[in-house]
């Protein structure tokens, strides 16, 4: 059964930069890291010491609620850093890969047969926390069956990764993977593909082509268009990377720990695809990739709309290892007339800027344009948020932290990263996503 989607609201941000789609150059990481924040709803507890030996998929963390639920190394190595932070929060731990065989792998339950067995195999294998449960936006939680569940196959983010030019000739592990999710839920397993697409060939799942602009790839907004989330709803998402690993899991008992990284953003020499592993250290994938212009520059660990900013001497790939972007931090320019520049070289939504007229691919910078103020109820975010919901109702809901009203708005069908090109737009410019985020978390103590 086949569905069909046409969003007309979003925004395609044209950004210069973008990787092409070529045989990704090999770059085994000098370092890796696991990172609990990148994995929400999780409460830490380290399960290994600084100078222990790990193999790919011993657990190096498992969460105190939920002891099933592990995060696992990535690649067979040693132990170099448990890094803790203010009030020992564990920041990250710090693997260095066996120069001889990094992948060398801890063995994993049979292939599954029932939704007790899948659930086991990932778990056991550390997949479970590459998953996403809505609401909220954190890991799911074990022992429940959700409604249905959502793998979307394309990113539509400035610059994301072309995934299908990589993915279009393992139709057989994806289909897998499809068929262990199956295990998982009494409803439907929808698969989102753009129109044309090769992975519109997967089996055992509800075809969603999806036409639009950005926001289009992202899980929420499929959900939103096909099946909403009410209250009580449990519904999990995934991501085409996430569904083959899992696919290669069951068809081949493979613990894959691959990403393919496109390096992307004005201020990289040359953008191209990177094979790598997950958690990879910043500093083995820019060496050398990096404008020497003596501009200050932004590393970012994923698009320039819900990436997180990282050093590129010590930072790390975080969740979902997707991207790298690099454009520059602005804080060395000085521009005549400021944000009210009329110069054609910015970008901007406004009609009130001759870059809105230009077609053209722009190199922004990582300034903000304007100071923060009182939120403008403008109606600009329902413009590019493709929701049956309102969403300046919705965030000045959750500012003031009134749990009914949040409920009544829609809350339980959006997460941070639906609601970033709102941020984009926001003429007060409000970081909507944190707002977002820290009333996601206050609501789940509250009602969990």
């Known amino acids: 059964m086949a569905i069909s989607i046409n969003l007309r609201k979003g925004l395609d941000i044209n950004i210069r930069g973008a990787a092409t789609v070529s045989q990704p150059l090999t770059r085994m990481p000098a370092r890796c890291a696991v990172i609990p924040d990148d994995y929400p709803g999780i409460t830490p507890k380290v399960d290994v010491k600084e100078g222990d030996h790990v193999l790919a998929g011993t657990p190096l963390i498992h969460d105190k609620q939920f002891p099933d639920i592990r995060i696992v190394s990535p690649v067979a190595g040693t132990v170099e850093a448990v890094v803790r932070g203010e009030r020992r929060k564990l920041e990250r731990i710090v693997i260095v890969p066996d120069s001889k065989n990094p992948e060398e792998a801890a063995a994993l339950p049979s292939a599954p047969s029932d939704r007790t067995t899948a659930q086991r195999l990932l778990l056991d294998s550390g997949l479970w926390v590459q998953m996403r449960q809505r609401p909220y936006g954190i890991v799911p939680r074990p022992g429940t069956a959700p409604r249905d569940i959502f793998v979307t196959t394309f990113d539509s983010a400035p610059l994301a990764p072309d995934w299908s030019a990589f993915a279009a000739d393992k139709i057989a592990e994806l289909n897998a993977g499809v068929s262990l999710l199956r295990h998982l839920t009494d409803g439907d397993v929808y698969v989102g593909v753009r129109p044309g697409s090769p992975l519109a060939a997967i089996e055992g799942a509800k075809i969603v082509t999806v036409n639009g602009p950005h926001p289009a790839g992202n899980a929420g907004i499929q959900i939103a268009n096909v099946k909403p989330v009410n209250k009580g709803d449990i519904v999990w998402t995934l991501?085409?990377?996430?569904?083959?690993?899992?696919?290669?899991?069951?068809?081949?008992?493979?613990?894959?720990?691959?990403?393919?990284?496109?390096?992307?953003?004005?201020?990289?020499?040359?953008?191209?695809?990177?094979?790598?592993?997950?958690?990879?250290?910043?500093?083995?994938?820019?060496?050398?990739?990096?404008?020497?212009?003596?501009?200050?520059?932004?590393?970012?660990?994923?698009?320039?709309?819900?990436g997180i900013p990282v050093s590129s001497a010590d930072g790390f790939l975080h969740y979902p290892y997707t991207q790298v972007t690099v454009i520059a931090e602005g804080d060395d320019v000085a521009d005549f007339l400021g944000w009210a520049s009329l110069s054609p070289q910015k970008m901007s939504v406004s009609r009130s800027f001759p870059g809105h007229f230009l077609k053209k691919a722009f190199c922004p910078d990582a300034r903000i344009l304007g100071g923060r103020r009182a939120m403008i109820m403008s109606g600009v975010y329902d413009k590019v948020l493709p929701m049956d919901i309102m969403p300046e109702y919705l965030i000045k809901a959750c500012i003031a932290r009134d749990l009914d009203r949040m409920e009544q708005l829609g809350i339980y069908e959006i997460v941070p990263e639906d609601i970033a090109l709102c941020e984009y737009v926001d003429p007060s410019k409000l970081e909507i996503q944190k707002i977002l985020s820290d009333a996601l978390?206050?609501?789940?103590?509250?009602?969990?």
């Open 239 to 306: 991501d085409l990377p996430t569904l083959l690993r899992i696919g290669m899991l069951v068809s081949h008992g493979k613990l894959c720990s691959d990403v393919v990284v496109p390096l992307t953003g004005c201020e990289v020499t040359e953008p191209k695809y990177v094979l790598t592993k997950i958690g990879a250290d910043m500093a083995t994938l820019v060496k050398g990739e990096i404008n020497d212009d003596t501009i200050h520059h932004r590393v970012i660990s994923g698009n320039v709309l819900t």
């Open 441 to 448: 978390e206050y609501m789940f103590k509250e009602l969990n």
